[in-house]
């Protein structure tokens, strides 16, 4: 079973909208971490957000956690075609292990 | 720096064979994890290694084993293969000190088992 569950399934967007995407997960957790993924290959580590902190940027990335409700955010600013790619939340229950959500598929439209 | 590597890039066996996947860790990683992706879901913890042991293990068959070597690269064995275990197989690479957090993945392996 997952940890995590992305919403939505799937987003598609105009070239320079924003993206928004939700994950909630179940237990507590260590940290959780955003991750993209292009056509069914290897992941790659977006972003990183402790469980004391509550919101973090990076470059046209903003990631917000919300302890009690157990969710966090995505949200890619001015996208562009490159970032269509699937998007996974996987949290750390400092277990050594990942759990990843079923991910959102982003299409950005030109 | 080299990244995550893993090889074969693709592979294609009948069920009830035997696979063999291999990974060599991003440069001073000394911690290696497995990843199966079925296809429209999200990765799924198989095991990580160690020191060259199985430290964690998700909710895989005996079918699946694994190996560190000394060098930190890894493999992962698959028994008997069933056509559900076709997927994508990830490796994750991790530096163990001072925590583990962030893993670095690689391209991945696609498996088709027939």
């Known amino acids: 079973s997952q940890q995590g569950e992305e919403d939505p399934q799937a987003l598609s967007i105009q070239e320079g909208e924003n993206a928004t995407m939700n994950c909630s997960y179940k237990?507590?957790?260590?940290?959780l971490q955003w991750y993209r993924q292009n056509s069914g290959r290897g992941l790659v580590h977006l972003i990183l957000i402790r469980s004391n902190e509550r919101e973090k940027h990076s470059g046209r990335l903003r990631v917000t956690l919300d302890t009690s409700k157990k969710s966090s955010s995505l949200l890619i600013t001015a996208s562009r075609a490159a970032d269509t790619a699937s998007y996974f939340c996987?949290?750390?229950?400092?277990?050594?292990?990942?759990?990843f959500g079923a991910g959102t598929t982003v299409t950005v439209r030109a | 720096d080299a990244g995550v590597t893993q090889s074969p890039t693709h592979l294609i066996k009948t069920r009830g064979q035997q696979v063999t996947l291999r990974c060599s860790p991003k440069?001073?990683?000394?911690?290696v994890s497995w990843y199966q992706q079925a296809l429209g879901q999200g990765p799924q913890f198989i095991f990580q290694?160690?020191?060259?042991?199985?430290?964690q293990r998700g909710n895989f068959p005996d079918r699946f084993s694994g190996h560190q070597f000394p060098n930190y690269s890894s493999e992962l064995n698959v028994n008997a293969l069933l056509l559900g275990d076709s997927a994508l197989y990830l490796c994750a690479s991790s530096l163990t000190d001072p925590s583990p957090e962030t893993q670095y993945f690689g391209p991945g392996t696609r498996l088709l088992v027939l």
């Open positions: 996987a949290t750390d229950s400092n277990d050594y292990k990942l759990s």
């Open positions: 290694y160690y020191e060259e042991e199985e430290r």
């Open positions: 440069s001073g990683h000394d911690t």
């Open positions: 237990t507590s957790i260590n940290n």
